[in-house]
């Protein structure tokens, strides 16, 4: 059975920073891109980082220079290293799982999903 679980959300001040990770688990990510999406309220969900199966990875111009992404094949984890955080940052992040192939940043190619984590940014 294929699991996200995402982790290390929480509430944090503008300029702050914060670790999220995400623990699969039912398959290896050795050979899938790993992404972060996030989904402010009323807005779509938008892809902000991903890491391909070949270490590349790929950043939305708003993040970029900011947040980190990273992946431990041996732990089956990916990391989202986020710094310099704004209060436009605020969003649940959802950590999603594909074969390579498909753009990083389009829902659609994405089967597999985490519950999400709660990022908060007070100004």
């Known amino acids: 059975q294929v699991q996200l679980v995402e982790g290390g959300g929480g509430s944090v001040e503008a300029g702050g920073s914060l670790r999220l990770s995400c623990a699969a688990s039912?398959?290896?990510?050795?050979?899938?891109?790993m992404a972060w999406f996030r989904q402010a309220p009323g807005k779509e969900r938008e892809g902000v980082a991903g890491i391909s199966s070949a270490w590349y990875s790929y950043y939305a111009d708003r993040v970029k220079g900011r947040f980190t992404i990273s992946r431990d094949n041996a732990k089956n984890t990916v990391y989202l290293q986020m710094s310099s955080l704004k209060p436009e940052d605020s969003a649940v992040y959802y950590c999603?799982?594909?074969?390579?192939?498909?753009?990083?940043?389009?829902?659609?190619?994405?089967?597999?999903w985490g519950q999400g984590t709660q990022v908060t940014v007070s100004s």
């Open positions: 999603a799982a594909q074969r390579d192939g498909g753009r990083w940043d389009s829902v659609l190619n994405y089967p597999y």
């Open positions: 039912g398959f290896t990510i050795e050979r899938t891109l």
